[in-house]
């Protein structure tokens, strides 16, 4: 197959674009500087933890959206753009004034760990790969995951929101 032609079209709409792809540019810089300065170990904090993951799945999705846009793929671009929002709302949200963010990082990360249990216990109907057996504290995730019953609870009275609505507005996003 002869890419020459999709290479050529993309280069040009890079070309087309420059302006919206140099902003593109800046904003990639700037989060590899931000990377650069925070490369101190590990995280302190399930806080800490829970935003530097969040950090680099944007780092990632964002390289994702300047590929995808250089070959046209608008549709596909929207796509991730709305997992970014997403993202964005889950950040805030653990980051924001009016809540316990080491509480709300500790259930989304737990929220995390019994997707991937039930990943590789009910849908591959494989055992826990090493890492998740020795590297997760499972008595945390049971405490903090938003499916479980628990009594630990924020100053909203909850501890995840059940809708995109309700975390943007928690996040005090929701003009979003």
Not at 14 to 21: E, G, H, P, V, Y
Not at 46 to 71: D, G, V
Request: hydrophobic fraction near 45%; charged fraction near 25%; proline fraction near 3%.
């Amino acid at each position: 197959m002869n890419l020459e032609p999709f290479v050529q079209d993309a280069q040009a709409r890079i070309k087309r674009l420059a302006k919206a792809f140099a902003g593109c540019d800046t904003l990639e810089n700037t989060m590899a500087e931000v990377t650069v300065q925070n490369l101190t170990g590990a995280a302190s904090s399930a806080a800490r933890a829970a935003i530097a993951t969040l950090f680099a799945k944007a780092f990632k999705s964002f390289n994702a959206i300047r590929i995808l846009a250089a070959f046209g793929y608008g549709e596909d671009v929207l796509i991730i753009t709305r997992a970014l929002l997403n993202l964005s709302f889950v950040a805030g949200y653990i980051c924001a004034k009016n809540g316990n963010s080491e509480e709300r990082a500790s259930s989304w990360m737990a929220n995390g760990y019994l997707a991937q249990r039930r990943f590789f216990e009910r849908d591959l109907e494989l055992p826990l790969p090493e890492h998740l057996v020795s590297g997760v504290d499972w008595e945390m995730v049971e405490r903090y995951a938003p499916d479980q019953k628990r009594k630990a609870k924020d100053t909203q009275g909850e501890l995840w929101p059940k809708t995109v609505e309700a975390l943007a507005k928690g996040a005090g996003m929701e003009e979003l």
